[in-house]
């Protein structure tokens, strides 16, 4: 659970004759993540691709493309079937074909119904004008401008310029008209000239383009309108064509993109072997309970003419790289997993049957053995073992919140288990409530009943243990939505008990049990804390154990010596609720019967604590100027009594506002439930309790008005406080697994398992 799924580096050496049915037998098994060669070895050469895999990637390339077109995606799949050669030839070219030509007719339809909409979005300020579109163009001694500015300033800035000879301006709202007779006698331009331009632009005109059309500006925009129609009509009937094509090719494209995938997946991978002009080595890892499985469908596969070859196996310290078990060493491999004699056996096998000579045969395997024996394992890449998390079922949705820091690295310890047992814990101890538990399981199996996405399916199933443990904290506290109703008619009715066993802290009647909540955070932190120093003195053993004691004994020793001296009262300067007979533990409200530790235990703890600082010094100088970490990590902790504290008390205030509340005399706080507090005041006792005051009267009890403003508060307020926690619980639980927790003995950056194969969704391989 702690450690990921022992891997195995695995090598496969044989003749290139047998290398294409290797890679079916190796794609198939979906078990080798292969390692690419590194061209470490003399006279060994990548592998090339296998032919027909450029023609598989383009073919690919016009799946994915038309796919893209008609928009599919894996909801229109259908059955699995067979896709042939033939198919993907003749059936993928008249697709291809049908396909273009739509989506050309398509693209030709837009662009020409973009262009209408243009014209009509230009037009309309001229229709806001009313002046026919013939009347703004062809004059040769009148200057014409439309656009958009403030007609009392074109008009004053006009009136003022001695170019010009007259004018004329008609506006309506913008839009502006200007007619201009310049002084000059040369006949202007179409349109305005760069005088009368300049002078418009210095009145912050800004000026349209004439459309080139004649009539009125509404006739003109009816006509565009009337083709714009036409234009979408048209637009829709080759769009449900395409639509009606979707559904009639969506199943082959997909299937053949899978198939044509696991082509191009399949001629790719000689790349990553290591090869000569007769034989080749692959290596790869796999899980180390798999070997055999390999071997053996190898061998059935092609006899022989393959030598596999487990070169080591990965321990969970160092790079991940083992000392060789002697199971795995006898024997021992030359490069690539195979012996000088199982290489030239594997060629000789083979190589005969080509064009060279037994003789050439045989100088080239002298030349193989001299350049890859090394009487000892050579691999062709120092890649480190990929992580497959080994963690049992319930705990698998929890493997999402690690890797929002990173996937764990194949040595060093994999948290998801412990995020198992602690998040959950603290999230429903800080919200404790059956009704808001229930609802968070509701929430959690809906994200994961009701997605594909594996991120969200996790996130469902930690929703679910989340609510679960709210839950199970709600009855202990005896709360439902912040009511004590579970006290009330469980603790107290059914099983005969004085009240729930667990109290928020609250109300005064159970004020210390606020106090407890805060002191059980500190312990629940110190251990928390030393089960990551645990596990970081665990990993550093491997330096030995004088570095391991320094480098995480060390925090330890500081750790648990401080907070023994503070629970011994800190020489007087520790609060009254960690030791003496005021302490949470000597009955207030925990009836433990401790009072702290002796003034002895507290020095030996301050001891043990120097020691610890001076380990840390003499091992990690750097690391001393964090010697207080062991304090405030721990203080960090008290945010669960906070949360839980603040929580209780949002809920209350909701409840408050509708039911009301009234207080008797042994300090507890009632809600108006089944009679309204003022009722209560004058019956002037609540189970032989006095009742002194009113806090709240209760919207339900002040009239209809009253009562439907008071329920919308109830739904309103209960649901903000179920969203708050999911942003203040949950992330405060998970603060507290990724800065104060995993910053002990976790850094992640492992490399995922990917074998070589395909997972099949839309083929079947027969």
Do not use: C
């Amino acid at each position: 659970m702690l450690r990921p799924e022992q891997m195995s580096r695995v090598s496969v050496t044989g003749s290139k004759q047998v290398m294409e049915s290797v890679v079916e037998t190796v794609h198939d098994l979906r078990l080798v993540d292969l390692s690419d060669y590194d061209g470490a070895w003399e006279g060994f050469e990548p592998g090339t691709p296998a032919e027909g895999g450029d023609a598989a990637s383009e073919k690919l390339v016009t799946v994915r493309s038309l796919k893209s077109i008609l928009d599919v995606d894996e909801a229109d799949a259908g059955p699995t079937r067979l896709v042939t050669e033939d198919a993907l030839d003749e059936e993928l070219e008249d697709i291809r074909e049908e396909v273009n030509e739509l989506d050309d007719r398509r693209e030709e339809l837009r662009d020409e119904l973009r262009t209408v909409e243009e014209r009509i979005d230009s037009v309309e300020p001229f229709a806001a004008l009313g002046i026919d579109l013939d009347l703004l163009t062809g004059y040769d001694s009148l200057a014409v401008g439309v656009g958009e500015g403030d007609a009392e300033t074109i008009e004053a800035e006009l009136a003022g310029d001695d170019s010009v000879a007259a004018f004329e301006v008609f506006s309506e709202g913008d839009a502006v008209a200007v007619f201009v007779y310049p002084e000059a006698t040369d006949p202007v331009e179409e349109g305005v000239d760069a005088s009368v331009q300049d002078l418009l632009v210095g009145a912050n005109f800004q000026a349209y383009d004439v459309p080139e059309a004649e009539g009125s500006p509404e006739e003109y925009i009816s006509e565009l309108n009337h083709r714009k129609q036409q234009l979408e009509s048209k637009l829709d009937t080759v769009e449900d064509e395409l639509e009606d094509l979707k559904l009639d090719v969506a199943g082959f494209l997909l299937a053949a993109e899978e198939t044509l995938a696991i082509e191009a997946q399949k001629a790719e991978a000689p790349l990553s072997f290591a090869t000569t002009e007769n034989a080749f080595v692959a290596e790869g890892w796999l899980p180390t309970d798999e070997y055999e499985r390999l071997e053996s469908a190898l061998a059935d596969a092609v006899g022989d003419h393959v030598e596999v070859e487990e070169l080591e196996r990965a321990d969970y310290d160092g790079e991940g790289h083992a000392t060789h078990a002697e199971d795995v060493t006898e024997g021992a491999p030359a490069a690539g997993g195979a012996t000088e004699a199982d290489l030239g056996a594997s060629v000789s096998a083979d190589a005969t049957d080509g064009a060279e000579s037994p003789a050439e045969a045989e100088a080239e395997q002298e030349q193989e053995k001299e350049t890859v024996a090394d009487g000892g394992n050579v691999t062709m890449g120092n890649d480190s073992p990929p992580v497959i998390q080994d963690n049992p079922g319930a705990a698998k949705p929890f493997e999402a919140l690690v890797e929002v820091i990173n996937r764990p690295k194949y040595t060093e310890f994999d948290p998801t288990v412990l995020v198992f047992l602690t998040f959950p814990a603290f999230f429903g101890f800080m919200i404790g409530d059956l009704g808001y538990g229930i609802l968070y399981m509701g929430l959690g199996y809906w994200l994961y009943s009701s997605f594909d996405s594996d991120v969200i399916r996790s996130l469902g199933g930690v929703g679910m243990w989340a609510g679960g443990f709210t839950a199970i904290f709600g009855v202990l506290y005896g709360e439902i939505f912040g009511l004590h109703l579970i006290s009330s008619y469980l603790w107290e009715g059914a099983l005969g008990m004085g009240g729930s066993p667990l109290h928020k802290g609250l109300q005064p009647k159970y004020g210390s049990y606020a106090m407890g909540w805060l002191v059980l955070s500190l312990l629940a932190g110190v251990v928390h804390l030393a089960i990551g120093w645990v596990l970081d003195f665990i990993e550093n053993l491997e330096h030995g154990f004088m570095d391991a004691l320094g480098e995480s004994g060390s925090w330890l020793m500081m750790m648990f010596g401080m907070w023994t001296w503070i629970f011994a009262g800190a020489f007087g300067s520790a609060p009254p609720i960690l030791y003496g007979s005021e302490s949470v533990f000597a009955g207030n409200p925990l009836p433990l019967g401790f009072t702290g530790f002796s003034p002895t235990v507290g020095l030996a703890g301050l001891a043990v604590f120097f020691v610890g600082l001076g380990l840390l010094t003499y091992t990690e100088p750097i690391e001393f100027v964090e010697f207080l970490n062991v304090l405030v990590n721990v203080l960090s902790y008290t945010r669960l009594a906070a949360v839980l504290l603040a929580k209780a008390g949002m809920a209350f205030v909701v409840n408050l506002l509708f039911f009301g509340v009234y207080v008797t005399g042994d300090g507890a706080w009632h809600f108006g439930i089944g009679h309204s507090p003022a009722h209560m005041l004058e019956k002037g006792t609540y189970h032989g309790h006095e009742v002194t005051n009113v806090m709240f009267p209760g919207m339900m009890h002040m009239g209809i008005a009253a009562l439907v403003v008071g329920l919308l508060i109830l739904v309103v307020g209960h649901l903000l406080v179920l969203a708050l926690g999911v942003t203040s619980a949950g992330l405060q639980a998970v603060r507290l697994e990724y800065v104060e927790f995993f910053g002990k003995f976790y850094e992640g950056g492992g490399r995922a398992y990917s074998p070589f194969g395909y997972d099949r969704e839309y083929t079947t391989e027969d």
